[in-house]
């Protein structure tokens, strides 16, 4: 079961920057943080005009939600890890996102936010059963890096049972975050469903 729902969306992700992350992908992650605040009742600075994201449901770890961002539905999923290692570090909101956005060239967009800043050039290993993804990352966020398959890793996702992210903080702690992937499958099919 996911937990704190209310921390699902974490400080930070105003200072993503990548060539893989364009301004509207950006833009997006920010405005999604903010209004996860006001729907959540947090003190925050939402605003009324803020549109806040409509959820699409539960799905035994994964959320589900939608939004409208400059007249086009967006989808989106995430989820928090079941555990962190190592224990007792000082890290802001962990979560993995798929985002679905079929108005855009790159339509799917897996990105993990490590709740702090990666090392300079560092890279990110995703473990799913025997198959290991090395992600590309850029300050808080790692993601597939360009000429990558957003696809291959979501497939693996969908198709098992658990999966295990590995990266490097500035600071060379070596962190792992373990994440269920049960109900992945029916989440990704939703925000599919709800964004086509």
Not at 122 to 143: C, H, M, P, Q, Y
Request: net charge positive; with cysteine; proline share 6%.
């Amino acid at each position: 079961m996911i937990r704190n729902e209310e921390k699902l969306i974490g400080p930070g992700v105003e200072k993503i920057s990548s060539r893989r992350y364009s301004f509207p992908m950006t833009r997006f992650l920010v405005t999604i943080f903010f209004a996860t605040l006001a729907v959540f009742s947090i003190p925050g600075p939402a605003t009324a005009q803020q549109q806040e994201p409509r959820a699409l449901g539960t799905f035994t770890d994964w959320l589900a939600y939608s939004w409208i961002e400059n007249g086009n539905k967006v989808c989106y999923m995430l989820s928090r890890p079941l555990k962190s290692t190592p224990q007792g570090v000082n890290r802001d909101d962990i979560y993995i996102m798929v985002t679905f956005r079929p108005k855009s060239k790159s339509k799917e967009e897996v990105s993990h936010i490590p709740g702090y800043p990666y090392m300079d050039k560092s890279t990110v290993d995703v473990l799913i059963g025997n198959r290991k993804f090395v992600l590309a990352t850029n300050n808080e966020v790692a993601w597939v890096p360009e000429g990558g398959s957003d696809e291959k890793l979501i497939n693996a996702m969908r198709s098992g049972s658990k999966m295990v992210v590995k990266g490097k903080s500035q600071r060379g702690t070596l962190t792992v975050d373990s994440y269920s992937l049960q109900g992945f499958t029916a989440a990704y099919q939703q925000i599919r469903k709800s964004c086509t």
